[in-house]
């Protein structure tokens, strides 16, 4: 079945750098790859998504990178805030079903 | 919009009870999904409804899980009976296509289950 693993599992940085998350996934099918959010005691929520016909996709301090050929995306966020702690979850489609990484705990620090 | 709304948030259960978990979707959403999420293996798939039609149900851990969709705006997930290993929290999430073709899927914010 499908398979995506996801590095670092914690990662710290200070308020202003950057962060970035990578994950890789096994389905070469696969097209369609979320990123999540989850605060503490909430759901997950989509903040930036890409399709497998674009490389790269950007909103605002949060891009996404996608390498098709090598099976992996990266997740980087630029100028980190405080409210940016929180866990990380990279997804992607395969067939039917619908494949979460294992998370990343980001912790920002003032 | 209210967004995804599940009930209860806590439940707490000894270990054989019935426990009966609830989701109402964003309106207007065809899709319907539930997750669980525990430390050990992280965010599953446990079962997609499209068209309140049950899609793939391969995530569900074994007989003593069910799930209903009677209508548009209601799911439920049943656990009969309920282990100690079913503690976890559980994510009603909806979507307005199919699953894994770029629709966002909205979460509800969870069911925290604790089996004792």
């Known amino acids: 079945g499908e398979n995506v693993e996801q590095h ?6 200070q308020e202003g750098d950057s962060a970035v ?28 998504d890409i399709r497998s016909n674009v490389g790269e996709k950007k909103d605002q301090r949060i891009a996404v990178t996608l390498n098709k050929t090598a099976k992996h995306f990266s997740l ?19 067939g039917q079903n619908f494949v979460f990484g294992p998370g990343t705990r980001l912790s920002v620090l003032p | 919009d209210a967004g995804v709304i599940q009930s ?14 609830r ?4 309106s207007g959403h065809n ?6 999420q525990t ?24 007989d003593r899980f069910s799930a209903k969709m009677p209508n548009a705006s209601f799911s439920t997930l049943k656990i009969q009976p309920s282990e100690p290993r079913d503690s976890a929290v559980y994510f009603c999430a909806s979507s307005s296509g199919v699953l894994g073709q770029g629709y966002e899927q909205y979460f509800g914010p969870g069911t925290r289950l604790t089996v004792t």
């Not at chain 1, 998350?21 to 997950?44: H, M, R, V």
């Not at chain 2, 439940?11 to 978990?21: F, K, P, R, S």
């Open chain 2, 8 to 21: 209860p948030r806590h439940e707490v259960t000894e270990m054989g009870q019935e426990v009966t978990l």
């Open chain 1, 21 to 48: 998350i990578k994950c890789t996934y096994s389905d070469s099918a696969s097209n369609y790859f979320p990123w999540y959010k989850q605060e503490l005691g909430k759901g997950p929520q989509l903040i930036i």
């Open chain 1, 76 to 94: 980087h966020i630029t100028e980190t805030q405080p409210e940016d702690s929180a866990v990380y979850f990279c997804a992607a489609n395969y």
């Open chain 2, 31 to 36: 899709s319907l999904f539930w997750y669980r």
């Open chain 2, 23 to 26: 989701c109402k979707p964003i």
């Open chain 1, 8 to 13: 670092p599992s914690t990662l710290s940085v």
């Open chain 2, 39 to 62: 430390m050990m293996r992280g965010l599953e798939l446990l079962i997609y409804f499209n068209n309140n039609v049950p899609i793939d149900d391969s995530g569900m851990p074994e």
